[in-house]
């Protein structure tokens, strides 16, 4: 007969009735698939608190579930999440590809924007559905885009200078020079705001999030695929979802045809009955947890291992 402690450590491994159904999911999925699974789900919807993205501490959430794992059934990584910061994903990345090598299949029932859509770039293949978006990758500096930034100087000092110059050449003309002043007016309380390193930031910014998302579909989801093929395909995407002229805004959504036109490896999850029910029963249930819990960031597997990070209820 089980004593006191380990009644409670029963309880507690079995968890909540939404543990348990999510959990239920999570292990038949595993089982029809025989792949690792583990889900990522974040509460960005429900609840508007720090910790929500990615961040460093969510690595100690996969390695915790990653334990003892049979790594050469590689991984099925559930995505639902609004991104973050870019050095957290490039660390949580390597540790995944240390762990399963390229031998990682993204699946996104929803969302996986910004630095969500990265870890998605460094798997092998997307698994999304009708219902699924992907999001623009263009770093942001305080809710303001990177890309929107560089953007702006460079039409600032465009129009600047494009006025100087036709001043310049006749300078006997009132009306350019009038408009050379309107320019200089416009624009200079706008740049006076931009703090020094604020354009330099921005650029190595930009220049780091593509070269590491370059660097990840070349090295795995486009691997097989000739040089030249490989480098137009890569180049393409990179372009397509880190130009803010492009795609106008940060929150934008990427639906699955959108992905596959821009060239990225995508699995139609209706093309598969089952799995398709296996993945959106996973994606209810965690939203049903996230939802009707204190939770607000789940990392799982397909053993019921988990960090399940709650907000404190004082």
């Known amino acids: 007969m089980p004593n006191l402690n380990e009644i409670r450590e029963e309880i507690k491994h079995i968890g909540s009735p939404f543990d348990v159904v999510r959990r239920k999911y999570i292990k038949e999925l595993s089982e029809y698939t025989g792949r690792n699974v583990i889900i990522y789900y974040s509460g960005w919807l429900q609840k ?3 910790g929500v993205s990615v961040n460093d501490a969510d690595k100690d959430g996969f390695m915790a579930v990653i334990h003892k794992m049979d790594k050469s059934k590689g991984l099925d990584l559930i995505l639902h999440t609004p991104g973050g910061d870019v050095a957290a994903t490039e660390s949580l990345v390597d540790y995944l590809h240390s762990m399963f090598g390229n031998n990682i299949r993204a699946i996104v029932p929803q969302l996986a924007m910004s630095a969500g859509t990265m870890i998605a770039c460094a798997c092998k293949e997307i698994l999304m559905g009708q219902h699924s978006s992907l999001g623009p990758i263009d770093p942001q500096y305080n809710g303001i885009p990177a890309y929107g930034i560089v953007e702006e100087f460079q039409r600032a000092y465009k129009e600047i200078q494009t006025a100087a110059a036709n001043h310049a050449r006749n300078q006997q003309d009132p009306i350019l020079f009038g408009e050379y002043q309107a320019k200089l007016a416009i624009w200079q309380p706008i ?37 030249k093929s490989r480098s137009k395909i890569v180049d393409n995407i990179i372009t397509e979802l880190q130009n803010h002229s492009i795609n106008k805004t940060h929150s934008r959504h990427l639906n699955i045809q959108k992905c596959i036109d821009i060239g990225l490896k995508i699995r139609r999850i209706e093309d598969d009955n089952t799995l398709q029910d296996l993945i959106l029963s996973i994606h ?9 819990t204190n939770a607000f960031k789940i990392i799982e597997n397909q053993d019921g291992k988990a960090l399940i990070q709650q907000v404190l209820v004082h």
């Open 284 to 292: 209810h249930s965690s939203i049903h947890t996230l939802t009707q």
């Open 191 to 227: 740049i006076a705001k931009y703090n020094p390193t604020l354009i330099g930031e921005c650029e190595k910014s930009l220049t780091w999030s593509g070269n590491m998302v370059k660097d990840w579909l070349s090295n795995n989801m486009f691997v097989e695929a000739d040089e």
């Open 48 to 50: 508007k608190i720090d």
